[in-house]
């Protein structure tokens, strides 16, 4: 499903180069919930970010869902990320001058779905997530745990494989932020979609099947929960 092999991004800054990431390598399977972790800075968002095609590695190959990110168009990129991939963020996204449905219905209008599938889909979507009958609201009358379970709806329009979900509880409460938990782990068993989640709460990565940690730009453990972590030498001494 996903391959990352020897991927760096270096940023140059007028002090010299900053590496956000050093020569990494991770494989992850269809299917699986992978927790990434790690103090601010440490670079797992900006691998969230490669993942999902938002930004390109200075150096070492992508490849998802057998798509090779590097060498794409920025056309190809935004088609990519269209379709391959749902975008969950801590502050939800949603576009306030638009209702529930009108933002669930982004990514079908921008394919030029018929207005009968836009209509069923959000439907369908809205009673998966628990929100019937909010389609004409707007984001500023729904509570946070609605909010980011409308940005869920969306980043499920066209049902992708893969969910990338950066620090999807941060800004709820602990209620609402396992609802979205809970919601995310019904996602990955019930419909096979692999899911990987930035968060820096140990007890919400708790619901991924995998654990991995980045420090200062270098993955330095990644195991199955509940196993045994396997330390990464290679990427240490990278």
């Known amino acids: 499903m996903i391959k990352v092999s020897n991927v760096s991004k270096v940023y140059s800054l007028e002090s010299g180069d900053f590496y956000a990431l050093?020569?990494?390598?991770?494989?992850?399977?269809?299917?699986?919930?992978?927790a990434i972790m790690g103090p601010s800075g440490s670079g797992k968002s900006t691998l969230l970010q490669l993942l999902g095609g938002l930004d390109l590695p200075s150096t070492g190959n992508i490849v998802v869902d057998d798509?090779?990110?590097?060498?794409?168009?920025e056309k190809e990129l935004t088609q990519f990320r269209r379709t391959k991939v749902g975008f969950v963020f801590q502050n939800y996204q949603l576009l306030p001058m638009m209702t529930v449905g009108e933002n669930i219905a982004l990514s079908l209008s921008a394919n030029n779905a018929s207005k009968e599938k836009i209509k069923s889909t959000v439907s369908q979507l809205?009673?998966?997530?628990?929100?019937e009958g909010k389609e004409s609201q707007f984001?500023?009358?729904?509570?946070?745990?609605?909010?980011?379970?409308?940005?869920i709806a969306r980043a499920l329009?066209?049902?992708p494989k893969l969910i990338l979900a950066d620090e999807p509880?941060?800004?709820?409460?602990?209620?609402?932020?396992?609802?979205?938990?809970?919601?995310?782990?019904?996602?990955?068993?019930?419909d096979q979609i692999t899911i990987v989640m930035v968060t820096h709460?140990?007890?919400?990565?708790q619901v991924a099947n995998r654990i991995i940690t980045v420090r200062d730009g270098?993955?330095?453990?990644?195991?199955v929960k509940g196993g045994h972590h396997n330390e990464t030498m290679a990427n240490r001494m990278a």
């Open 201 to 205: 709460d140990l007890q919400a990565a």
């Open 157 to 159: 329009a066209m049902k």
């Open 67 to 73: 798509v090779q990110l590097n060498g794409l168009s």
């Open 126 to 131: 809205l009673s998966d997530v628990k929100l």
């Open 22 to 34: 050093k020569d990494n390598n991770i494989h992850i399977k269809k299917g699986e919930f992978v």
């Open 218 to 223: 270098l993955i330095i453990e990644d195991g």
């Open 139 to 151: 984001p500023s009358q729904l509570s946070g745990g609605q909010q980011q379970r409308v940005a």
């Open 169 to 190: 509880t941060g800004n709820l409460d602990q209620i609402n932020g396992e609802g979205i938990l809970n919601l995310l782990s019904k996602l990955n068993q019930e």
